[in-house]
């Protein structure tokens, strides 16, 4: 089992910037696979990043590369997403995830407000 804490949402005006943090839980935590996905009111859920167990590898929803960075501390069991130039159509909870075995962990979510 592997538990996911989310934490740096807020509100934040259009323009401006905010790192969102996921602490996992368990001891093989350099081994997982970790992403961040969001779901905005009205919309399905969507993946927003994803970064290998290295953290060499990293993916990015197109429409976000330059915005959205995703990067990992393994000596710290966190995963990051840094968001810039923040949208008001970034307003969405976010949710981390572990990729563990074929299993997929959510986190409980981290509400992120955008205002006009």
């Known amino acids: 089992q592997v538990q996911l804490v989310e934490s740096g949402g807020g509100l934040v005006q259009a323009g401006g910037s905010l790192r969102l943090s996921c602490a996992a839980s368990?001891?093989?935590?350099?081994?997982?696979?970790m992403g961040w996905f969001r779901q905005a009111p009205g919309k399905e859920r969507e993946q927003v990043a994803s970064i290998s167990w290295s953290g060499y590898s990293a993916i990015h929803k197109d429409s976000l590369k330059g915005r959205f960075t995703i990067s990992r501390d393994n000596a710290k069991n966190t995963v990051y997403l840094q968001m810039n130039t923040l949208k008001p159509e970034d307003t969405a909870v976010y949710y981390c995830t572990a990729q563990v075995q074929g299993n997929k962990y959510w986190g409980q979510g981290t509400q992120v407000t955008v205002s006009s």
């Open positions: 368990g001891r093989a935590f350099s081994s997982y696979t």
